[in-house]
């Protein structure tokens, strides 16, 4: 998976977080298709962030690039 695309795509995601006050950045890319994202701001204590980041986010990402196995913060 190369990287810029992944970051592309995340750059889509991230006005919807800024708006609620968070944000999203990318960590790592694993070979074996999972990504790593820290969700940062107010994202990052939010209770309902794993809602966001599995429905949301990881959602998302499958759609535009089906390899990716799950997204998952750290």
């Given at each position: 998976m190369e990287q810029s695309k992944i970051q592309a795509t995340l750059d889509t995601i991230r006005p919807s977080l800024q708006a609620?006050?968070?944000?999203?950045?990318?960590?790592s890319i694993g070979d074996d298709g999972v990504i790593k994202v820290r969700l940062?701001?107010?994202?990052?204590?939010?209770?309902?962030?794993?809602?966001?980041?599995?429905?949301?986010?990881?959602?998302?990402?499958?759609?535009a690039h089906?390899?990716?196995k799950s997204v998952e913060s750290v």
């Open positions: 609620d006050g968070g944000d999203v950045e990318l960590v940062t701001g107010m994202c990052g204590g939010c209770p309902m962030s794993q809602i966001t980041l599995k429905q949301g986010i990881e959602r998302y990402m499958k759609e089906p390899e990716i």
